[in-house]
């Protein structure tokens, strides 16, 4: 029913920056929940940053100050731009996109296929 599109990964430089997008292809609700989640080598996946609707933002600690999540309400888009990279940051990125709540639960809950962020030394 959606389907993530995302882009932006690649290989950078610790310093550098990236920008992340993350488009949901299909419905538009009103309220849903975007963010990204990442995958380190050996480690679980982990938030990073996430993004109602309505604005509101959450980031893991390692992230904020470096970090700044947005969203398209029109576009189901979020980005992730990404300052002051380091090569902890190294991981496959996940999309994630949750609509349909229903006062307890998100009852629709999508994941993209991932993109690699690779900073190097």
């Known amino acids: 029913q959606v389907q993530l599109v995302e882009s932006g990964g690649g290989l950078v430089q610790a310093g550098g920056s990236l920008r992340l997008s993350c488009a949901a292809a299909?419905?538009?609700?009103?309220?849903?929940?975007m963010g990204w989640y990442r995958q380190a080598p050996g480690k679980q996946r982990e938030l990073v940053a996430t993004?109602?609707?309505?604005?509101?933002?959450n980031y893991a600690d390692s992230e904020k100050g470096r970090f700044t999540i947005s969203r398209d309400n029109a576009r189901n888009t979020a980005y992730l731009q990404m300052n002051n990279l380091k090569p902890e940051d190294t991981g496959v990125y996940y999309c994630?996109?949750?609509?349909?709540?229903?006062?307890?639960?998100?009852?629709?809950?999508?994941w993209g296929q991932g993109t690699q962020v690779t900073v190097s030394s």
């Open positions: 993004i109602t609707s309505g604005g509101s933002t």
């Open positions: 994630n996109y949750k609509r349909n709540w229903d006062g307890s639960i998100w009852r629709e809950d999508y």
């Open positions: 299909g419905s538009i609700f009103s309220f849903y929940r």
